[in-house]
């Protein structure tokens, strides 16, 4: 482990009877990094944290976080980790304040409770009790409990699961200032577009193994396809430039896709389309984004539940 | 064990508890509610009646039949009447699953007027305090009334006892056995209900793992969980006293001896609670868990009637429930100052919440294994 190497794992594995739920991954986060996991249903991505969290024994393999082992330094990690385990819950009766003031005396912080709520935006409902907040108000309050230690890695598991926009858009902010503040992200979520926006590095597990690492840029140019010129059209387009090109062509619900391997392509498409005399209505182009290659690369899997373009992932 | 961190979680457990209206209802008002109901249904019954065998090896002397007719008026006791030629009373007791005799001996209406000192044998139960006290209670109250007639107070007719004696000697009403009853309800129903809730339930919610995240310890929390039932049960035990004597005049009394079972209770059924949720694998089984372990233990442990009153079996029954032990050594210690049936349920009570303490805190789960 180098010095800025904050959470190493090496060959790790866990195995819940014959069912081996991580297949022997390797993963270096440095420190100061937002490191998004991200993977579908059943990948391993929640026992993965948990074994980093040091809740969950391992099977086998190499795992230190700031140069501790999470299961057996448990409580000499914990200190210097802050955890949003995923769907965050409390005690009922008791308010954000009191329950900041709670945990600063368990870590034996002098915490001010009211700047930490500020800082999560919460400070409007210091004083309410947990049972009354809204499901974004309480996974604020989650991440209030998480920054109560000054943690130097934090760890978010799907932190704005289930949230509206406003409220993920809030905590998103949270993450930055983080970041900003020199601090280790490790961050799992179902929202690829979350993953982009926030990570500087991405790791896909799917069945126990990484399938793709990198910056989110890296495996877009990885594994990504190239540029596509999208035209509202009927399919019949599609068969006249398929007579005509030798570039991939789909044709899907009045749309006609054409794969580019160039700019050239371009105007050689739009050339074709004008001389079929077909009529057209609109015409576009896009790149493949993370949340394309995350499905090209997880696929959508029976046992894994559907991979869809609004909710991937989600280990239960 | 970080005696700060116990306080902090103290201090959120006791908020989230009383803030909770339904948890003190249960633990402060709900056996306060049970006193007066009872209290006021059985306010006018008559003093409870024991069993007693009767062996007069006295052949039927006049004044033996005129004290066992003084006897039997207290109507704390019913007599029945034994062959002398059974021979050895106690052993005839045991024999036929009975537990409390009196022996009238030869001799005793000659020795009553010659002025020589009589020896009549009571025969009671060791472990059952409140038998024990009726018995001898009587016995002894008839004796000394006679005594007063014959000698002017001069001891003539002495009462042994064949177990341990009681210095209670007085007769009780329901409500006296109905506040040590309730009390023993108190110690056994707020941590059990709430512990067998708490622990199915925060594991499904996962809060354990929560708060293992923290430098909080699973004994620092079991610990500062125990403290608040015992808290609760101290405020609870004074409320119905309070009320048994001001609305009742129940004849108990607050004793030093009271406390060992008023801590050692609530680590029992706290550890037996969280032993009971942990084992189950939800909050729904949780439930029916404790409801099998709590009902039973409630009613045959001689929290609404004393267990005198109960059939031999079912008295056998009784002694094999922890609670038992809570109420007879409350009863011991608040209605007879019997220190030896305390100190006896006391150590029972106390091995049992040893082991079951042990045992909750190596079931209970604060992280996967």
Known sequence: MNLAEVIAIRKLIKDYGNLRAVDGIDLSIQKGEVYAFLGPNGAGKTTTVEILEGLRPRTSGEVEVLGLDPWKDNKKLIRQLGVIPQDFKFFDKITPKEAVAFYAGLFGKRADADAILKKVRLEDKASDRYETLSGGQKQKMGLALALVNEPAVLFLDEPTTGLDPQARRSIWEVIRSLRSEGRTVFLTTHYLEEAQLLADRVAIINHGKIVATGSPEDIIREHGRSEVLSLQAPPKLADYLRSKLDLPVRAEDHTVDVELNSNEDVLRVLTLVQQSGIPWTGVSTRQDTLEDVFIRLVGKTTESGDVGPASLGGAK | ?369
């Not at chain 2, 209900?193 to 923290?214: A, C, D, G, P």
């Open chain 2, 1 to 369: 064990m970080n005696p700060r961190r116990v306080y902090l979680n103290l201090g959120v457990f006791a908020k989230g508890y009383l803030r909770s209206r339904v948890g003190l209802f249960f633990a402060l008002v709900f056996p306060v509610i049970l006193i007066l109901l009872f209290g006021a249904i059985f306010s006018n019954s008559s003093t409870t009646s024991v069993d007693v065998y009767v062996q007069n090896l006295d052949h039927n002397s006049p004044l033996s039949l005129q004290f066992l007719e003084a006897l039997n008026s207290t109507k704390v006791v019913h007599l029945h009447f034994v062959s002398p030629s059974v021979g050895n009373l106690s052993k005839w007791l045991a024999a036929n699953d009975q537990s409390d005799g009196l022996v009238i001996p030869a001799g005793f209406a000659a020795g009553y007027f010659n002025k020589t000192p009589v020896n009549l044998t009571v025969i009671t139960n060791p472990q059952d305090a409140t038998t024990s006290g009726i018995v001898y209670g009587a016995v002894d109250g008839v004796a000394n009334y006679f005594n007063l007639q014959r000698a002017n107070g001069t001891v003539i007719l002495n009462v042994q006892q064949l177990s341990p004696p009681t210095l209670g000697g007085q007769s009780f009403q329901y409500i006296d056995y109905l506040v040590p009853g309730l009390i023993g309800f108190s110690v056994l129903t707020s941590p059990m209900f709430s512990m067998v809730n708490i622990s199915s339930e925060y594991k499904k919610e996962k809060l354990f793992r929560q708060l293992s995240l923290t430098p909080l310890t699973k004994s620092e929390w079991l610990s500062s969980t125990i403290i608040w039932y015992i808290i609760l049960t101290l405020v609870s035990t004074v409320i119905m006293v309070a009320v048994g004597q001001g609305a009742f005049g129940a004849k108990v009394t607050l004793s030093p001896l009271m406390l060992p079972f008023l801590v050692l209770g609530p680590i029992l059924f706290t550890s037996l609670g969280l032993l009971a949720g942990s084992i189950s694998k939800d909050p729904e089984t949780a439930a029916v868990i404790g409801n099998i372990i709590t009902f039973p233990m409630m009613f045959l442990s001689g929290t609404f009637f004393p267990v005198s009153l109960f059939p031999p079996w079912l008295v056998t029954v009784a002694h094999v429930l922890p609670l038992f032990y809570v109420i007879d050594g409350l009863n011991a210690a608040m209605l007879y100052g019997n220190v030896g049936t305390a100190l006896f349920d006391m150590a029972v009570v106390g091995i049992l919440a040893l082991i079951l303490f042990i045992a909750s805190v190596r079931v209970f789960q604060w992280r996967e294994n």
